[in-house]
């Protein structure tokens, strides 16, 4: 129950409430595959793996049979909620019904929470029938005492050739920075010395949009460690976000609490990492 309302109660002024700085939509959810109307905790994400043809040496020989390579990943789903009361008697002493806003922060701390699963699930293992499935090394660059360089950059768009995981085989690809990435990038001469590149930094001061083919996400929220942050670039079928409900809100009297106002915001969701050669993790320094 919130017990913080009376600094909202009317003085002198204060006709509206003000949300304080952050995240209110979720920016990784349009960046990965979504699986929808999951029933039941868990639901398997089937993979075909990659065939090998035979040359034929014989006329009229026998029809080849090839066992296709098939493996599976699961998307667990868990339960998030946020909820809230208000008192009759907190809405008679404010200038405003707070519901509306009240509703909308939760759903912003809902949203934001769907960034943490899909994060989690970047770097983190991915369950399989044969047990979790890590992260390789190979899949990872090293910090090596340096933030988000140009070399990094370049280093992750190599591995999304290498594995025939970039546009040239239809994949989206995109890539997360924190403040502290987009100002290692603006403080490199050799990535905004072109003309094209200074003028869209210069102006708007951001890295935000499509380049060096990756469509950048701002975010704040990867995981950061004695001064290491671990950002990620991933293409969007190589990561899975399960749904069993999206964000649902309830607005109701309680009658077991004097027929206050309850306010109640929940979802279920989860999300796995479906391939590996699509996702690679980018440590760099972060003061």
Known sequence: MSFQITEAFVQQYGDNFRHLAQQTRSRFEPCVSIEPNIVGMSKSINRLGQRTAKRRTQRHGDTPINDQPHS???VDLFDWEDGDMLDDQ???RMLVDPQ???????????????????????????????GNIILPSSQKIA?????????????AR???????????NGEELFICYTASAAADILADTTLTSADYMAAKFLEQGDVEGKWMGFTWIPTERTPLSGGTR??????????????GADIVTKVGEDPGKGFNVRIYAKMSIGSVRVEEEKVVEISVTEA
Request: glycine share 10%.
């Open 230 to 243: 671990q950002l990620y670039a991933w293409a969007k079928s190589g990561v899975t976000m399960g749904k």
């Open 90 to 92: 907190d809405k008679i």
């Open 72 to 74: 599976t990943r699961f």
């Open 100 to 130: 509306s806003d009240y509703v909308k922060a939760m759903v912003a701390s809902l949203n934001r929470a769907k960034d943490d699963v899909i994060i989690a699930s970047l770097g983190g293992n991915s369950r399989s029938t044969t």
């Open 143 to 155: 910090v090596g005492g340096a933030g988000l360089t140009k070399a990094k950059i370049i280093q």
């Open 158 to 168: 190599k591995l999304f050739r290498k594995n025939e995981a970039d546009n040239h």
